[in-house]
């Protein structure tokens, strides 16, 4: 259960940075 909440935080965190970075870029 740990896990997946870890994991879903992970994904979670990694779609902010794309979605941030590519604001930036474009």
């Known amino acids: ?3 997946l ?3 879903f ?3 979670l ?3 902010f940075q794309y ?3 590519s604001i ?3």
């Open 24 to 26: 930036l870029t474009h």
């Open 19 to 21: 979605n941030s970075t």
């Open 1 to 3: 259960m740990c896990s």
């Open 9 to 11: 935080l992970k994904t």
């Open 13 to 15: 965190h990694h779609l």
């Open 5 to 7: 909440v870890f994991h």
